[in-house]
C-alpha cells in the first residue's frame, strides 16, 4: 500500500501593514514625536508657572498679615503705655500732696507696667519693612520707663522739705523732656514709618494708633 504524506497547513501571511510599519507596535514618525514632545513640555511649563503663581499668592498673603497683625501689636502696647502708664502717672502727681505716703509706690508700680512695655515690644515679630519703626518704637517706649525711673528716685526728696526737695522737684520737672520726647518721636518716626511699610505693599485698610503721653504740656 503507497504511503500517505500529510500535507502541512499553510503559515498565516503577516498582514501588508506589519511589513510597511503601520502596526499597533511601530513608533510615530518624527514629526508626530516632536509634537508629543512640545505639548508635554508646554504642559509641564504651564504646570510650573501655576506652582509659582501660587508660592508667590501665600508668601504675599503671609507677609500682609504679618505686617498688620504688626500694627495691632504696636497699637496694644503704645495704648498700654498711655492709658495704663501716662494718664495714671499724671493723676498721682496731681494727687501728691493729698496721698504723699503712697505716692512712691504708686510710682514705682508704674515705672514697672512702662518697663513691661518695653520687654513686650522687644518681643514682637517685627516684619523687614518695619525694621525702622520698631528701633524708634523701643526708643519711645524706653525714654518712658527711664522717666519714670529717675523719678521714683526723686519722690521721697520731693516730698522732703527745704532746697532738697525744690531739687528733687526741679529734677522731676525735667524729665518732662523725656515723656514730651517720647511723643514727638512717635508722632514723626514711628507712625509714619508704619504707614510706609503698609502703603509699600499695598496694605489697605488699617488704622496706625496715635500717641500722647503728656496730655497737657504745661
Known amino acids: ?3 500517505r504524506v500529510r500535507s502541512r497547513p499553510a503559515r498565516p501571511r503577516r498582514p501588508a501593514t506589519a511589513a510597511r510599519g503601520g502596526g499597533a507596535g511601530a513608533p510615530p514618525d518624527r514629526q508626530t514625536a516632536r509634537l508629543r514632545q512640545a ?3 508646554g504642559a509641564l511649563a504651564i504646570l510650573a508657572i501655576l506652582i509659582v503663581l501660587g508660592f508667590k499668592g ?4 503671609r507677609k500682609d498679615n504679618a505686617l498688620k497683625d504688626y500694627n495691632r501689636n504696636v497699637t496694644a502696647v503704645i495704648n498700654d503705655s498711655d492709658q495704663s502708664v501716662g494718664k495714671p502717672f499724671f493723676q498721682r502727681m496731681s494727687d501728691g500732696a493729698r496721698n504723699s ?4 509706690v504708686q510710682i514705682n508700680q508704674l515705672r514697672l507696667a512702662a518697663e513691661d512695655d518695653v520687654k513686650r515690644a522687644k518681643a ?5 519693612d518695619m525694621g525702622p519703626a520698631q528701633r524708634n518704637l523701643e526708643l519711645v517706649l524706653n525714654l518712658r520707663a527711664e522717666g519714670l525711673t529717675k523719678i521714683a528716685d526723686q519722690i521721697p526728696a520731693a516730698l522732703g522739705r527745704g532746697q532738697t526737695s525744690e531739687t528733687a522737684i526741679n529734677n ?3 524729665e518732662m523732656q523725656n515723656f ?4 514727638v518721636v512717635y508722632a514723626q518716626r514711628v507712625a509714619p514709618l508704619i504707614k510706609d511699610g503698609l502703603d509699600n505693599n499695598d496694605v489697605k485698610g488699617q488704622q496706625i494708633a496715635g500717641s ?3 496730655s497737657d504740656i504745661s
Open 1 to 3: 500500500e503507497p504511503t
Open 180 to 183: 514730651l520726647t517720647s511723643d
Open 212 to 214: 500722647r503721653f503728656m
Open 39 to 41: 505639548v508635554g513640555l
Open 124 to 128: 514682637f515679630d517685627v516684619p523687614g
Open 58 to 61: 501665600c508668601l504675599d498673603s
Open 101 to 104: 505716703s503712697q505716692l512712691g
Open 172 to 174: 522731676i520737672a525735667g
